[in-house]
Nanobody, 116 residues
Framework: QVQLVESGGGLVQAGGSLRLSCAAS????????MAWYRQAPGKRRELVAA???????NYADSVKGRFTISRDNAKTTVYLQMNSLKPEDTAVYYC??????????WGQGTQVTVSS
């Protein structure tokens, strides 16, 4: 069974940085277009950043220039480097495939809280 395990979240002041990691079982990272999503309280889950199998990246306008998605050489982990964090970035962050808005069962996510 495919597992997605997110980590790296925490409490940070506005302007700070965090690096999120998503460890995936099997070879799903190397064979799929992967993405980070987030869900804030009372809001729908939204796409934050995506990286294709060939390494092309795309970002939501709200995080463009501040967040960077990457994938390790072994292609078993996806990262999200988040800089210049804002209170509106506060959410639970998840990773999954880009296609179909997530192909696999959602992990627990990792909480990111940005204080003003």
């Amino acid at each position: 069974q495919v597992q997605l395990v997110e980590s790296g979240g925490g409490l940070v002041q506005a302007g700070g940085s965090l690096r999120l990691s998503c460890a995936a079982s099997g070879s799903i990272v190397s064979i799929n277009n992967m993405a980070w999503y987030r869900q804030a309280p009372g809001k729908r889950r939204e796409l934050v950043a995506a990286i294709t199998r060939t390494g092309s990246t795309n970002y939501a306008d709200s995080v463009k220039g501040r967040f960077t998605i990457s994938r390790d050489n072994a292609k078993t982990t996806v990262y999200l480097q988040m800089n210049s964090l804002k209170p509106e970035d506060t959410a639970v962050y998840y990773c999954n495939t880009l296609d179909y808005g997530g192909t696999y069962a959602w992990g627990q996510g990792t909480q990111v809280t940005v204080s003003s």
